[in-house]
């Protein structure tokens, strides 16, 4: 019981720790940004994020499709918002697997399937904002050499990857945790490797992570700033990269950290790049946390003893191993 607590009160502890000194370093000029800020932009970046869910919804209903399970866009949607809450609360991204079990419950999906069509999401995921940040390398100058190291190295990895799978062929074992295995492999092939997969969901990518992008950019208006949008895309990359090691809950403090510090070396004062980083991921996890809400509400009192299960579970696991 207690390594439960703490493998959630550790991350906790630490994501606001993180966002504690990063307030407290410039506190005295907070204020001062503060009151130079333009709400209606606020209002705009909520509208561009809640876009976005809509596309990420899209893209995972097309997942599905790919392993012949017709799920509407709504439901699809709702599922990725209720995983993404569960990440807002639970560390190690956890909250993913809580999809496994709604797709169950609902459309009789295996478990191997709902957890292959995350694994597309999240490989696309990765690979395209590797690629935008790889691309925004070349607009922005004095990038210190970490930047290109966490940028190139899962690139390189995602690209891989998909390289193994084109090669590897149906593999059959008679061990039961092998075959597992290659039965994920397989679903993901179906998944994602076909000419029409990876142009769709490369394209809805590009598309999902430019308007992420475009989230920061209203906020950055709000407060008057300039920033290139190269500066703004590498600063995304960066954050969701470093975000993508499950340190804390929903990356939260090391998202921000990440983002400032992208901010700072374009020249942006610190306690804006501050600013802009604490409000940029506060309007996207509060946008994620009502689609969530929304979410269980509308697939049914069920799902909160599911999202318990799905991560004790999970810790369980942990904990065993």
């Known amino acids: 019981m207690y390594r439960k607590i703490s493998s959630i009160l550790i991350p906790t502890l630490l994501a606001i720790g993180i966002i504690a000194y990063m307030l407290y370093t410039v506190w005295g000029s907070l204020l001062t940004a503060l009151q130079r800020a333009i709400p209606a932009y606020l209002l705009l970046a909520v509208l561009i994020c809640i876009t976005s869910w809509w596309l990420r919804g899209w893209r995972y209903h097309f997942i599905l499709e790919g392993l012949n399970y017709l799920v509407g866009i ?15 609360i639970v560390p190690a991204r956890l909250g993913d697997f809580v999809r ?33 940040g790889a691309v925004s390398l070349f607009f ?41 295995i290659y039965t994920l492999l397989d679903e993901i ?74 901010f700072e070396i374009a ?3 610190p306690a804006i790049a501050t600013l802009i980083a ?22 049914g009192d069920w799902v909160i003893p599911t999202i318990k299960t799905a991560i004790d579970s999970k810790l369980s696991k942990r904990k065993d191993a």
């Open 74 to 88: 709504i439901e699809s949607t709702a599922c990725v918002c209720i995983s993404q809450t569960a990440n807002l």
């Open 100 to 132: 496994a079990f709604i797709l169950k419950h609902e459309y009789q999906t295996t478990y191997s399937e709902g957890v292959s069509s995350i694994v597309v999401e999240r490989i696309f995921d990765i690979v395209i904002v590797a690629f935008l």
């Open 140 to 180: 922005v100058l004095n990038v210190p050499a970490w930047f290109y190291t966490i940028i190139v190295i899962p690139l390189l990895a995602g690209i891989f990857f998909f390289v193994f799978l084109l090669f590897i062929g149906k593999l059959t074992s008679k061990n039961r945790y092998i075959a597992i």
């Open 189 to 262: 092939r179906r998944a994602s490797l076909s000419v029409k997969a990876i142009v769709v969901l490369s394209a809805t990518s590009i598309v999902i992570w430019l308007l992420d992008s475009m989230v920061t950019v209203a906020i950055v208006m709000m407060f008057q700033e300039h920033i290139s949008f190269a500066v703004i895309v590498l600063a995304i990359v960066v954050g969701n990269l470093v975000k993508a090691v499950p340190l804390t809950p929903g990356g939260i403090g090391t998202y921000e950290l990440a983002l400032a510090i992208t």
């Open 267 to 269: 020249g942006v004062a």
């Open 278 to 299: 604490v409000i940029d991921h506060l309007v996207k996890n509060l946008v994620t946390l009502g689609g969530g809400i929304i979410s269980i509400y509308y697939f």
